[in-house]
T-cell receptor, first 110, second 114 residues
């Protein structure tokens, strides 16, 4: 069963910030929010993850709402190489099925 | 350092034949995962190993699918009596220890069943 909901596709102008939303209204207290992306014909690549606090690394920022029911991945200055499918998934320490869903297909436009 | 490797990169087989797909995880990673991705679809979880044991086999689609891991390292995914609907890219990932550790993916094996 899908535990996350993402828009199927988005466009973003090159150089602008790309904001990718994810809804996870049934998230459990022990579930982390992870973001991966998959560039065509490659294996998925880790981007960032968080539990409650906002996180930032060299690739992106992750904003998690206070109630943890939604999050936003921010690519601050999108480049053409950021065109990919972006997956928002929930992972917990306890055994559960990892569901990647169909993600958001982001197209960065020159 | 070396990432996750998978072999073969491509496999074409005839319906009804058995196939074995191999995954070499990153050295020292105790957790290993298998997924499959059909054309235009998201990733479908198949099985998860912690060491040599598989606490979660819930994603295996049928009893034609099995997987093993030996020595806490290499894993093989076996599909018996392949069917055309088994055609997909099979992805392997490994993580350091826990399920919440970052998963590093291999390049995948593209399986085509004729």
């Amino acid at each position: 069963d899908a535990k996350t909901t993402q828009p199927p596709s988005m466009d973003c102008a090159e150089g602008r910030a790309a904001n990718l939303p994810c809804n996870h209204s049934t998230i459990s207290g022990n579930e982390y929010v992870y973001w991966y992306r998959q560039i065509h014909s490659q294996g998925p690549q880790y981007i960032i993850h968080g539990l409650k606090n906002n996180e930032t690394n060299e690739m992106a920022s992750l904003i998690i709402t206070e109630d943890r029911k939604s999050s936003t991945l921010i690519l601050p200055h999108a480049t053409l190489r950021d065109t990919a499918v972006y997956y928002c998934i929930l992972l917990a320490n306890t055994g559960n099925q990892f569901y990647f869903g169909t993600g958001t297909s982001l197209t960065v436009i020159p | 350092g070396a990432g996750v490797s998978q072999s073969p990169s491509n496999k074409v087989t005839e319906k009804g034949k058995d196939v074995e797909l191999r995954c070499d995880p990153i050295s020292g990673h105790t957790a290993l995962y298998w997924y499959r991705q059909s054309l235009g679809q998201g990733l479908e979880f198949l099985i998860y190993f912690q060491g040599n044991s598989a606490p979660d086999k819930s994603g295996l689609p049928s009893d034609r699918f099995s997987a093993e891991r030996t020595g806490g390292s290499v894993s093989t995914l076996t599909i018996q009596r392949t069917q055309q609907e088994d055609s997909a890219v099979y992805l392997c990932a490994s993580s350091l220890a826990r399920q919440t550790d970052t998963q590093y993916f291999g390049p995948g094996t593209r399986l085509t069943v004729l």
